[in-house]
């Protein structure tokens, strides 16, 4: 990818990236993760926008799952009250 390539996309997506040039390569900031990477101008040059972007993002992008009543469900599209009855619920160990 070249470098400007990469700048424009990383402009293109403002609301979730932050990137400055210094020591010899560009730091890029994940907003959403809170994560910062520095990429060297010759890493750049070897990977894609998806190689890149998957390095900021530094394995943060899990979903909670969880079982209830036989269905298994992603919690991240639960609202306030659902997450606290999730929070409050009794945890045990299966052995």
């Known amino acids: 990818m070249e470098l400007q390539e990469l700048k424009d996309k990383l402009t293109s997506e403002k609301q979730s ?26 890493a750049v040059e070897k990977h894609d926008w998806n190689t890149i972007k998957a390095q900021t993002v530094a394995g943060r992008d899990v979903n909670h799952i969880t079982r209830v009543t036989g269905y298994f469900t992603i919690v991240e599209g639960w609202n306030k009250g659902k997450i606290g009855e999730l929070r409050d619920r009794y945890k045990s160990q299966v052995k």
């Open 17 to 42: 990236f932050e990137f400055n040039e210094e020591d010899g390569g560009i730091y890029i900031r994940n907003k959403r993760y809170d994560t910062k990477i520095h990429a060297s101008y010759e």
